[in-house]
């Protein structure tokens, strides 16, 4: 049994600051260890449930938050930035199971700690087929075109309740409760290890029974950007439409789950550089 895990850090529990999760920042590589250990736990719960093989994708930031001496399971360690599929980079229909391990709610919701989508100096909200959608619900996208479930999600509560609709039977592995963007009720390090590694050998215990991504095709991606600026830019990308009622949304629709999120991908790179 092959497992994908695109680990984040924001859902980590305790992490309520950027200045938690980013390299450089004094407080880092304290922060960094607590990702590391709830990885760990993903990890060695699905390895209890069965699970034998396992790939991670170091999916946060400049993509080098792992040690991968660290790393349970003999876990493959994918890392680094400039991935073609991004968070996704590595699924195929190879594997059996997807895990998202320390993700966050999108940036419309609420209350969500370290609330973003990609981007927050560009995309204000993203719908998929009229629904929001954070990070999870549009990294499920990839999980679709291979045809692999969806089976886990560690975060807040909010980020749990965003995948649902997408992957209504994923397990959440809730570790804390956000009431702000930048405060969270969070459990004890331990409790949440304890938490993510029960979760996870009841995930992928249900693989059996367990379906692709609930994303009716061909898919629609509605983004609303930050400013008009933006929302211009991103229609130089062929297949990126304007909304003609609001100079700030623009459109993306696909038959091809992958294709569509690629070229997601390819308006977040594009209108980074100028949101900076």
Same mark, same amino acid.
């Given at each position: 049994?092959?497992?994908?895990?695109?680990?984040?850090? #924001? !859902?980590?529990?305790?992490?309520?600051?950027?200045?938690?999760?980013?390299?450089? /920042?004094?407080?880092?590589?304290?922060?960094?260890?607590?990702?590391?250990?709830?990885?760990?736990?993903?990890?060695?719960?699905?390895?209890?449930?069965?699970?034998?093989?396992?790939?991670?994708?170091?999916?946060?930031?400049?993509?080098?938050?792992? &040690?991968?001496?660290?790393?349970?399971?003999?876990?493959?360690?994918?890392? !680094?930035?400039?991935?073609?599929?991004?968070?996704? /980079?590595?699924?195929?229909?190879?594997?059996?199971?997807?895990?998202?391990?320390?993700?966050?709610?999108?940036?419309?919701?609420?209350?969500?700690?370290?609330?973003?989508?990609?981007?927050?100096?560009?995309?204000?909200?993203?719908?998929?087929?009229?629904?929001?959608?954070?990070?999870?619900?549009?990294? +499920?996208?990839?999980?679709?075109?291979?045809? =692999?479930?969806?089976?886990?999600?560690?975060?807040?509560?909010?980020?749990?309740?965003?995948?649902?609709?997408?992957?209504?039977?994923?397990?959440?592995?809730?570790?804390?409760?956000?009431?702000?963007?930048?405060?969270?009720?969070?459990?004890?390090?331990?409790?949440?290890?304890?938490?993510?590694?029960? +979760? +996870?050998? &009841?995930?992928?215990?249900?693989?059996?029974?367990?379906?692709?991504?609930?994303?009716?095709?061909? +898919?629609?991606?509605?983004?609303?950007?930050?400013?008009?600026?933006?929302?211009?830019?991103?229609?130089?990308?062929? !297949? =990126? #439409?304007?909304?003609?009622?609001?100079?700030?949304?623009?459109?993306?629709?696909?038959?091809?789950? =992958?294709?569509?999120?690629?070229?997601? =991908?390819?308006?977040?790179?594009?209108?980074? !550089?100028?949101?900076?």
């Amino acid at each position: 049994m092959k497992i994908f895990l695109s680990s984040d850090m #924001e !859902g980590t529990a305790g992490v309520v600051d950027w200045s938690q999760c980013r390299h450089g /920042q004094p407080e880092y590589a304290y922060y960094r260890t607590l990702l590391q250990d709830e990885v760990n736990a993903a990890i060695e719960g699905a390895a209890e449930g069965g699970a034998t093989a396992f790939l991670v994708n170091d999916s946060h930031s400049t993509m080098s938050n792992l &040690r991968p001496d660290a790393l349970a399971g003999r876990a493959r360690y994918l890392s !680094g930035r400039h991935k073609p599929l991004y968070m996704m /980079q590595g699924l195929d229909d190879t594997f059996d199971a997807v895990f998202f391990v320390s993700y966050h709610g999108s940036m419309s919701g609420s209350p969500a700690t370290l609330s973003h989508t990609y981007n927050p100096a560009a995309i204000a909200e993203v719908r998929l087929n009229g629904v929001v959608a954070g990070e999870s619900g549009i990294n +499920a996208l990839v999980a679709l075109g291979h045809g =692999v479930p969806v089976v886990l999600i560690t975060g807040d509560d909010t980020t749990a309740a965003e995948l649902r609709p997408f992957c209504p039977d994923a397990v959440g592995a809730v570790v804390k409760s956000s009431v702000s963007r930048f405060a969270a009720d969070s459990l004890h390090p331990q409790e949440a290890r304890e938490v993510i590694r029960a +979760a +996870a050998r &009841r995930a992928v215990r249900t693989l059996p029974s367990a379906s692709p991504p609930a994303i009716e095709l061909p +898919a629609t991606l509605w983004l609303r950007m930050r400013n008009p600026d933006l929302a211009e830019m991103a229609t130089w990308i062929t !297949g =990126v #439409e304007p909304d003609p009622a609001d100079p700030l949304v623009v459109t993306l629709t696909d038959h091809d789950p =992958v294709r569509l999120y690629r070229t997601f =991908v390819t308006v977040v790179l594009l209108t980074r !550089g100028i949101a900076e």
